[in-house]
């Protein structure tokens, strides 16, 4: 069983940077993929961008690609997502997510692929 905090939402004006962290109880936490979704109002849940367990290959939605950047530290049993560049369309809120028990195969990117998930963060970039 693993549980997901998130912190590091606010307001921020277009142009601008935050960094969200999900801490993540359990001693196995190295042992799962991670990732970070948003829902918008009104649409639905959507991929951001995902790590694997071990940190060494990292997957972004298009539009996040070369501004946000997912890492983990595994010492500290946290995963974060910095956010550069933020634009009014990144507005949501952001959750956290934990991959457990998919039969697989992963495309790191689905929703049904994490089985895990943390309460969100609001995310709110004004114009």
């Known amino acids: 069983q693993v549980q997901l905090v998130e912190s590091g939402g606010g307001l921020v004006q277009a142009g601008g940077s935050l960094r969200l962290s999900c801490a993540a109880s359990g001693r196995t936490f190295s042992s799962y993929h991670m990732a970070w979704f948003r829902q918008a109002p009104g649409k639905e849940r959507e991929f951001v961008a995902a790590?694997?367990?071990?940190?060494?290959?990292?997957y972004y939605e298009g539009s996040v690609k070369g501004r946000f950047t997912i890492s983990r530290d595994n010492a500290k049993n946290t995963v974060y997502l910095q956010m550069n560049s933020l634009k009014p369309e990144d507005t949501a809120v952001y959750y956290c997510?934990?991959?457990?028990?998919?039969?697989?195969?992963?495309?790191?990117?689905?929703?049904?692929?994490?089985?895990?998930w943390g309460q969100g963060t609001q995310v709110t970039v004004s114009s």
């Open positions: 790590i694997r367990w071990s940190g060494g290959i990292t």
């Open positions: 997510a934990a991959s457990s028990g998919y039969s697989g195969p992963y495309t790191y990117t689905q929703i049904d692929e994490y089985g895990y």
